[in-house]
């Protein structure tokens, strides 16, 4: 399939994502996504076939639903990639904490170092492999206005996508 730019952009916005994202899962430049976008540059072949991987992934049915699920929960929720750490979904609670859109960044850059530790001791826990399905988590404050995080509890839940990969849902508890 030809991923002409017009084609291109439509499919990552319906998708959600963002240059950026595109242009990590293909280890390109958010540049070079711009540039098929407006037409200047054409994917290669294989860039070609990446694409095609990459929207192949597009939300299911079940992922639309959580996302929304989440993003109407009254709770302070937010789903990420356990991957990437990329946002996914935030409930309004959740989002009303935080300065800006968030959607598709990278949340680790704003992890307290409580929360550091805890990602660090996944793989022993056995997070990554299945074993531990959910985890309640110690956090301290990170010390940041724009994307607070306080001392308290989290709930981190994995959660299966469509596409193969897991999803976190990151729950408050206190």
Same mark, same amino acid.
Request: aromatic letters at 6%.
């Given at each position: 399939?030809?991923?002409?730019?017009?084609?291109?952009?439509?499919?990552?916005?319906?998708?959600?994502?963002?240059?950026? %994202?595109?242009?990590? !899962? +293909?280890?390109?430049?958010?540049?070079?996504? /711009?540039? &098929?976008?407006?037409?200047? =540059?054409?994917?290669?072949?294989?860039?070609?076939?990446?694409?095609e991987?990459?929207?192949?992934?597009?939300?299911s049915?079940?992922?639309?639903?959580?996302?929304?699920?989440v993003?109407?929960?009254?709770?302070?929720?937010?789903?990420?990639?356990? %991957?990437?750490?990329? !946002? +996914?979904?935030?409930?309004?609670?959740?989002? /009303?904490? &935080?300065?800006?859109?968030? =959607?598709?960044?990278?949340m680790?850059?704003?992890?307290s170092?409580?929360?550091?530790?805890?990602?660090?001791?996944?793989?022993?826990?056995?997070?990554?492999?299945?074993?531990?399905?959910?985890?309640?988590?110690?956090?301290?404050?990170?010390?940041?206005?724009?994307?607070?995080?306080?001392?308290?509890?989290v709930?981190?839940?994995?959660?299966?996508?469509?596409?193969?990969?897991?999803?976190?849902?990151?729950?408050?508890?206190?």
């Amino acid at each position: 399939m030809l991923y002409t730019g017009r084609r291109l952009k439509r499919l990552r916005l319906f998708a959600c994502m963002k240059q950026s %994202h595109v242009a990590e !899962l +293909l280890q390109v430049t958010q540049a070079t996504v /711009s540039r &098929w976008e407006a037409g200047v =540059l054409t994917p290669s072949e294989s860039q070609q076939r990446a694409l095609e991987h990459v929207f192949a992934k597009m939300p299911s049915t079940a992922d639309a639903a959580l996302k929304r699920l989440v993003e109407t929960s009254t709770a302070r929720v937010h789903l990420i990639c356990d %991957h990437s750490h990329r !946002l +996914l979904a935030a409930s309004s609670s959740r989002r /009303s904490e &935080w300065r800006r859109d968030l =959607l598709g960044a990278p949340m680790f850059r704003y992890a307290s170092e409580e929360i550091q530790k805890a990602e660090g001791d996944l793989d022993e826990l056995g997070w990554h492999d299945g074993r531990v399905a959910s985890l309640v988590v110690e956090t301290g404050p990170n010390g940041r206005a724009d994307v607070p995080i306080v001392a308290g509890r989290v709930l981190w839940e994995r959660i299966p996508l469509a596409d193969g990969t897991t999803g976190r849902l990151v729950t408050t508890l206190t």
